[in-house]
């Protein structure tokens, strides 16, 4: 499995591990039944490099920001966002 995959895996551990506070905030999409991590986050690849960054209008409670920072951080050591 790609370090890719494994990262986005995690990330979704995340999601479930405060899915109450998703679950009380509407997506984006009409076809999402609550908001996801996922909408709130942007993830490039180029080459070898893997990006990662929280979009602009992002309300993430700063706990999961630092979740999901430390993640990356543990999978992607040589790299910013």
Request: aromatic share 12%.
């Amino acid at each position: 499995m790609m370090q890719l995959e494994v990262f986005l895996g995690v990330l979704n551990l995340i999601e479930k591990k405060n899915i109450e506070w998703f679950k009380n905030r509407k997506g984006i999409l009409d076809s999402q039944d609550h908001d996801l991590l996922i909408n709130h986050l942007e993830i490039m690849k180029e080459n070898h490099n893997v990006t990662f960054s929280f979009r602009s209008d992002s309300e993430l409670p700063k706990d999961i920001r630092e979740q999901c920072t430390k993640v990356y951080e543990a999978f992607f050591p040589n790299t910013y966002f």
